[in-house]
């Protein structure tokens, strides 16, 4: 279910970006999409026997997608990449190295994401941690983290108001929290094909929108 909620408001955010422009009930809509890819995200990676074939799986998908991203989007780096950033945190979060080594490794991950310009960029990797991070807590404290990280993040980082909308999203993982267990077992199929869709469907788009255009 939040696959499919994840999915279908990540397309009317992109459809409203390349087709409808000043129409803002899109990207309205499209604010949730990415608060679900990071509890998923987030709750993938405590379910993963391997977390840097996972690691491995999300780049492949952000480097098959950059270049059609790129021409139909925005020149910053694709989410898919925001997604690994946020992975790669908590890979250096759980390893077994000094701790000021590692937190200056956790620290050099936002810098380059400020620096080269990721998607949501470091308010993103935060959103991805924050869920790990509370992933075994009442959902009360996921929501106060998410609360705090986007209130934050846009004083700090100017995250556009319109991203509040974001916490509705919380709800939908709520109540899937509360309908079925946390950590069930999802098919490679449906695994892989959550991976190709996103660079299909920018594919899709860029078809659709050289057609309207010829």
Known sequence: MLEFIAILTMIIDHVGIIFYPH???FRIIGRISFV???YL?????KRTSNKKKYLLRILISAI????????????????????????LVIIIYESNILRTKRYFLIMSVFVIAMVIGFDY??????????????????M??????QIIVLAISCYIFGIP?????????????????NKSPRYTKISWRIRYVNYLIYPIHLIILLVLKEVTLS
């Open 23 to 25: 129409d803002l009930i």
């Open 36 to 38: 679900i890819y990071a």
């Open 41 to 45: 995200l987030a709750v993938g990676a």
């Open 64 to 87: 098959m997608s950059q270049w059609v991203y790129y021409s139909l989007i925005s020149h910053e780096l694709n989410i898919c990449f925001t997604l690994s950033a946020g992975l």
């Open 121 to 138: 960029g470091v308010y993103g990797i935060c959103v991805i941690f924050a869920f790990y991070y509370f992933s075994n807590r009442p």
């Open 140 to 145: 009360k404290d996921i929501v106060v983290s």
């Open 161 to 177: 108001m319109v991203q509040y909308v974001s916490l509705i999203a919380l709800m939908f993982i709520a109540f899937v929290q």
